[in-house]
């Protein structure tokens, strides 16, 4: 079996729904390995803009299974609006879509707990989706949770309960006035739970060995990005999971000696949504730009994203974590117009110019160094071929490559299925 994965090299927001779906018919097999519903993957074809939260991004495909991971938390009351939304599409997902019985649940009182722990936070929140992720990993982790596995078990609304109770008694303890109406969230998730329990649990780490035997392909399709990793990531601003490279044999208990390519997949400018470090972060007029042309808000939470330059030290670091083998480089089309362009290529670290991302990239120790290039101003939207390319792209493209010494082997130029031009 083949395992190639696909990774966001920045905050999150690169764009990995839309080149999953490109690529799924290359697959038998798209699999989600981490994240939950915090993630929000943007598809659009034929006119029409889908946004999958965690089922994974090859549901459009006749052929590919969809795998959700062991390493996915899920939110049955989102799970089932996403499956109302492909149902009124049409899309026959009964057999397509697999659930391991090893992913962990994201109850209500999760997501009651996100809200607490961060109102109790004040400005120092991290800025979470607030869709109970960090609360069901510490579940998981703290040996607590509950699985998709349990649901088949005829105790389960046994646990259940004792485990809502005890985030209740958590929930009085944060100093914070939360308004709650727990029935109410209780009879939807149950209502969600039977949707939920009418598709096909496996053991996936099993179903993934057979798969491996029958040589097939895999897809394993990363959420939210390289710097929002629990390891490696801006901690504390960060999610609860491991969205690099190592998160994939995790999140789905494949080897590392099966992973073959791994596409790292970037903005051709740097977004963040929440609270945290950005160096390039822009608040001039360019930033506003950026937001305004590339649509930069949050497809879970609506948030605006906060834009900057594009930043080759953590991008160089993302890499480097990741094994990174192909990149891929998305809305290029946004920065079209601006006279000037510039990539961070080196950081001012407390008076010493670094080129590794340090510890602590507050903006208090550091400082971006900038390399300038000169803009383009043709519209790249319609355009089908490397060859077309403006010439000041070309350079800005070859400058990375040069850098990382790792081929872009995909500039996407629209969000559309169509708009993506292969290298
Ligand atoms: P959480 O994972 O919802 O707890 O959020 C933690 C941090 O990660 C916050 O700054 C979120 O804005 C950010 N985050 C979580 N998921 C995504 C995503 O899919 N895209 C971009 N940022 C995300």
């Known amino acids: 079996m083949a395992v190639d994965l696909l990774l966001g090299l920045q905050w999150g927001d690169e764009g990995k729904g839309k080149i999953v779906d490109v690529l799924t018919s290359n697959y038998n ?11 929000g993957h943007t598809l659009v074809f034929n006119g029409l803009k889908h946004v999958l939260h965690t089922i ?14 062991n390493g996915v938390v899920i939110d049955p009351v989102i799970f089932k609006k996403e499956l109302d939304k492909l149902d009124s599409q049409g899309v026959d997902y009964k ?8 992913a962990h649940l994201i109850l209500p009182t999760h997501r009651l707990l996100d809200a607490a722990s961060e109102a109790s936070k004040g400005k120092a929140k991290i800025g979470s989706t607030l869709k109970g992720i960090g609360p069901t990993y510490m579940d998981k ?6 699985r998709i596995g349990d649901l088949e078990m005829e105790n389960w609304k046994q646990k259940y309960r004792n485990l809502a109770n005890k985030h209740q008694s958590m929930i009085s303890f944060y100093d914070v006035d939360l308004q709650y109406d ?30 491996e035997k029958a040589n097939k392909s895999v897809l394993a399709e990363g959420a939210q990005g390289s710097l929002l990793d629990i390891d490696f990531g801006t901690y504390p601003f960060v999610t609860s999971s491991n969205t690099t490279a190592a998160g994939a044999c995790t999140g789905l208990g494949i080897s590392p000696g099966s992973v073959q390519e791994v596409f790292g997949i970037f903005k051709a400018y740097t977004t963040r949504v929440g609270s945290g470090p950005f160096p390039t972060e822009l608040f001039d007029e360019n930033g506003k730009t950026m937001a305004r042309i590339g649509c930069e808000f949050g497809a879970t939470t609506g948030r605006p994203r906060r834009c900057g330059w594009l930043d080759l030290v ?61 803009g383009w101003s043709e519209d790249l939207t319609a355009m089908e071929k490397d060859s077309s390319l403006p010439v000041s792209l070309i350079n800005y493209i070859e400058f990375l490559e040069n850098e990382l010494k790792i081929p872009i082997k995909i500039v996407s130029v629209g969000p559309d299925r169509k708009q993506t031009i292969f290298r």
């Not at 057999?95 to 090893?102: A, E, G, N, T, Y």
């Not at 982790?141 to 509950?146: D, L, V």
């Not at 598709?199 to 060995?209: G, K, N, Q, T, V």
């Open 29 to 39: 097999i798209i699999a989600r390995f981490q994240g939950g519903p915090n993630a």
């Open 56 to 69: 994974p991004s090859g549901i459009f495909h006749e052929n590919a299974k969809n795998l959700v991971g």
């Open 95 to 102: 057999k397509s879509l697999i659930i391991s019985r090893k």
């Open 141 to 146: 982790t703290g040996r607590n949770g509950i």
């Open 182 to 211: 727990l029935e109410e969230l209780e009879s939807e998730f149950f209502e969600a739970v039977k949707i939920l329990k009418s598709l096909e649990f496996i053991d996936s780490e099993e179903y993934l060995h057979q798969a």
């Open 314 to 374: 953590a991008l160089r670091y993302a890499c480097q974590v990741n094994g990174v083998t192909q990149l891929m480089m998305m809305k290029a089309d946004v920065l079209s117009g601006f006279k000037t362009l510039k990539i961070c290529t080196s950081y001012n670290y407390k008076g010493e110019v670094i080129e590794h991302l340090p510890y602590n990239i507050d903006s208090e120790n550091v400082e971006p160094i900038y390399t300038e290039f000169e």
